[in-house]
């Protein structure tokens, strides 16, 4: 065992699964967080009685596999935390009056869309065939390659055998993205569908791998919510004597002979290490926490060129009503669209929290809009004029409710709560740049890079997190930080 400590920077899902590791391996490890809480961009919050969620849709292999030995590991693998998905979500398309259901019973699903559009029958089959070939494939498990600090030769021969099943669906018309795919589809209505049935720069076999899982019962809800699969994890952590201070704020790594020693805090302390582990915003950590030195010409390159997720507004409305039976997903395309800041939104997606006892006292229910917005409009209105931020916030959320009045007549009448989150406020919370909750797009070149965890020229330190996995993701997140430890271990001589 190690005699050595390690300071972590972040209690998000990285920050927490690096501290959980570094534990079980004799590391005396100390994570310093920005929020109030444990969990980053798998938030939550409440509102009076309410408990909104701002986080993790669907929990991916939940049931059986590698990563699912990962949650167990983790403190967090218990059945009674995911409820089953029957269908990935619903689309209804107000100008044509349409409306499409995506079950997770692949057949259904092929005759409904057959039955939605009929012209696109061959294409239809096509996804089909693409998403059984992902199941039960475990491609998400063997998928996750090491970093290059851990990588030995035989690793990519390893990787490449376990998806030899799947290798096909990853080269050709598979990896064209999903907008690319929808433009080969007769049916106009059906391709918007597919465009943003995840995010239209998303490979067509990122698809597959989702709707391969779906059909497995690999993907869940949360039915406590992101405050359900969190603090477990935190608990674990503090149970292996792992220590926690929220509300602080990493200003510096601090580097002596080439080497991290410890951090600085906002608050002037510099608590000390013999290794520090970097899960935050990637930005913030080499250009200002690091001060831009350790950058090799790649990493300048993609920090300046690759693209980010799009960010958020999520609404929750409180609502003293059940909604027992209705679908837990729903993306409206809206036949009149709302105007926000310079966008024309005409998507906007329903999460409806009715599968856990959680988020609401009995009978009532948080229903959630989300869309995509302008984080330059959101940040310059939050910087220069506070009221008018607010007063933006209100009326979008009203604008979105009069909209939903039409599916759910009444329903004003019974909102007790509304919140509205901006990209502003996921920035304030988490610190990932310009509101990127997932860190980078995962377009099919960007998701397929492997991201080194360790700078050139500075020791003992490693980054974790999902500026480091692109795309990010729970499974991903985790995984990066159990990585960070096995490059520590890997230096200190730990099995
Ligand atoms: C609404 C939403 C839905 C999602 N849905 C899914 C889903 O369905 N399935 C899925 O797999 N994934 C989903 N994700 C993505 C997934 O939740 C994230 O990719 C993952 O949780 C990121 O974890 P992380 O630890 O890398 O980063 P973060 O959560 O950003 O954690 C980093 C932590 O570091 C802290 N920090 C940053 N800088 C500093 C500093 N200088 N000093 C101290 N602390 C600092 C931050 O406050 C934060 O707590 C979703 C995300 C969101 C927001």
Same mark, same amino acid.
């Given at each position: 065992?190690?005699?050595?400590?390690?300071?972590?920077?972040?209690?998000? #899902?990285?920050?927490?699964?690096?501290?959980?590791?570094?534990?079980?391996?004799?590391?005396?490890?100390?994570?310093?967080?920005?929020?109030?809480?444990?969990?980053?961009?798998?938030?939550?919050?409440?509102?009076?009685?309410?408990?909104?969620?701002?986080g993790i849709h669907?929990?991916?292999?939940?049931?059986?596999?590698?990563?699912?030995? #990962?949650?167990?590991?983790?403190?967090?693998?218990?059945?009674?935390?995911?409820?089953?998905?029957?269908?990935?979500?619903?689309?209804?398309?107000?100008?044509?009056?349409?409306?499409?259901?995506?079950?997770?019973?692949?057949?259904? &699903?092929?005759?409904?869309?057959?039955?939605?559009?009929?012209?696109?029958?061959?294409?239809?089959?096509?996804?089909?065939?693409?998403?059984?070939?992902?199941?039960?494939?475990?491609?998400?498990?063997?998928?996750?390659?090491?970093?290059?600090?851990?990588?030995?030769?035989?690793?990519?021969?390893?990787?490449?055998?376990?998806?030899?099943?799947?290798? %096909?669906?990853?080269?050709?018309?598979?990896? =064209?993205?999903?907008?690319?795919?929808?433009?080969?589809?007769?049916?106009?209505?059906?391709?918007?569908?597919?465009?943003? #049935?995840?995010?239209?720069?998303?490979?067509?076999?990122?698809?597959?791998?989702?709707?391969?899982?779906?059909?497995?019962?690999?993907?869940?809800?949360?039915?406590?919510?992101?405050?359900?699969?969190?603090? %477990?994890?935190?608990?674990?952590?503090?149970?292996?004597?792992?220590?926690?201070?929220?509300?602080?704020?990493?200003?510096?790594?601090?580097?002596?002979?080439?080497?991290?020693?410890?951090?600085?805090?906002?608050?002037?302390?510099?608590?000390?290490?013999?290794?520090?582990?970097?899960?935050?915003?990637?930005?913030?950590?080499?250009?200002?926490? #690091?001060?831009?030195?350790?950058?090799?010409?790649?990493?300048?390159?993609?920090?300046?060129?690759?693209?980010?997720?799009?960010?958020?507004?999520?609404?929750?409305?409180?609502?003293?009503?059940?909604?027992?039976?209705? %679908?837990?997903?729903?993306?409206?395309?809206?036949?009149?669209?709302?105007?926000?800041?310079?966008?024309?939104?005409?998507?906007?997606?329903?999460?409806?929290?009715?599968?856990?006892?959680?988020?609401?006292?009995?009978?009532?229910?948080?229903?959630?809009?989300?869309?995509?917005?302008?984080?330059?409009?959101?940040?310059?209105?939050?910087?220069?004029?506070?009221?008018?931020?607010?007063?933006?916030?209100?009326?979008?959320?009203?604008?979105?409710?009069?909209?939903?009045?039409?599916?759910?007549?009444?329903?004003?009448?019974?909102?007790e709560m509304t919140?509205?989150?901006?990209?502003?406020?996921?920035?304030?919370?988490?610190?990932?740049?310009?509101?990127?909750?997932?860190?980078?797009?995962?377009?099919?070149?960007?998701?397929?890079?492997?991201?080194?965890? &360790?700078?050139?020229?500075?020791?003992?330190?490693?980054?974790?997190?999902?500026?480091?996995?692109?795309?990010?993701?729970?499974?991903t997140c985790l995984?990066?930080?159990?990585?960070?430890? =096995?490059?520590?271990?890997?230096?200190?001589?730990?099995?």
């Open positions: 065992m190690p005699d050595k400590s390690v300071i972590i920077i972040g209690a998000g #899902l990285a920050g927490l699964a690096a501290g959980v590791y570094a534990q079980r391996n004799g590391y005396r490890s100390h994570i310093f967080e920005h929020a109030g809480q444990p969990g980053g961009v798998a938030a939550w919050w409440r509102r009076g009685a309410y408990t909104i969620d701002g669907f929990l991916m292999n939940h049931r059986s596999g590698a990563i699912h030995d #990962l949650y167990r590991d983790l403190g967090t693998a218990a059945p009674e935390i995911v409820t089953d998905m029957p269908e990935y979500g619903r689309w209804m398309d107000e100008p044509s009056g349409k409306l499409a259901v995506f079950y997770a019973d692949l057949d259904r &699903t092929a005759a409904e869309l057959k039955q939605f559009a009929p012209a696109d029958a061959g294409a239809i089959d096509a996804f089909i065939a693409g998403a059984r070939a992902f199941q039960a494939a475990g491609a998400f498990d063997v998928g996750m390659s090491a970093p290059p600090e851990l990588a030995g030769r035989l690793d990519s021969l390893k990787m490449l055998w376990g998806m030899r099943r799947v290798l %096909p669906y990853f080269v050709g018309k598979h990896s =064209r993205t999903a907008a690319e795919f929808a433009h080969t589809l007769r049916d106009p209505v059906l391709a918007r569908i597919f465009e943003n #049935l995840f995010l239209p720069d998303v490979p067509l076999w990122f698809l597959y791998m989702l709707f391969g899982l779906l059909a497995d019962g690999q993907m869940g809800l949360l039915t406590h919510g992101c405050e359900g699969f969190v603090q %477990p994890i935190a608990a674990r952590y503090r149970e292996l004597g792992g220590e926690i201070t929220y509300n602080a704020t990493v200003e510096k790594v601090l580097v002596e002979d080439g080497r991290a020693v410890g951090v600085r805090l906002a608050n002037g302390d510099e608590p000390r290490g013999d290794a520090v582990i970097a899960t935050g915003d990637g930005y913030d950590t080499l250009f200002k926490l #690091l001060d831009g030195r350790y950058l090799d010409d790649t990493s300048r390159a993609r920090y300046r060129d690759w693209r980010l997720i799009p960010p958020w507004v999520t609404i929750s409305f409180g609502v003293a009503r059940g909604f027992a039976g209705e %679908p837990h997903f729903t993306t409206y395309r809206l036949a009149e669209p709302i105007a926000v800041g310079p966008a024309q939104v005409d998507l906007v997606s329903v999460r409806v929290l009715n599968y856990g006892p959680s988020f609401a006292p009995a009978g009532k229910t948080v229903i959630q809009p989300t869309f995509e917005s302008d984080w330059d409009y959101w940040a310059a209105l939050r910087q220069s004029d506070r009221a008018a931020y607010e007063a933006e916030k209100a009326r979008i959320a009203a604008e979105v409710l009069r909209r939903l009045e039409t599916y759910y007549p009444g329903l004003s009448g019974q909102v919140d509205v989150a901006t990209p502003y406020t996921t920035w304030r919370y988490t610190l990932n740049r310009r509101g990127a909750y997932m860190g980078w797009l995962p377009t099919a070149s960007q998701v397929m890079t492997t991201l080194p965890r &360790t700078r050139p020229g500075l020791d003992r330190f490693v980054m974790a997190g999902q500026w480091v996995v692109p795309g990010g993701g729970v499974p995984m990066s930080g159990r990585d960070a430890v =096995r490059i520590l271990c890997k230096w200190d001589g730990v099995r």
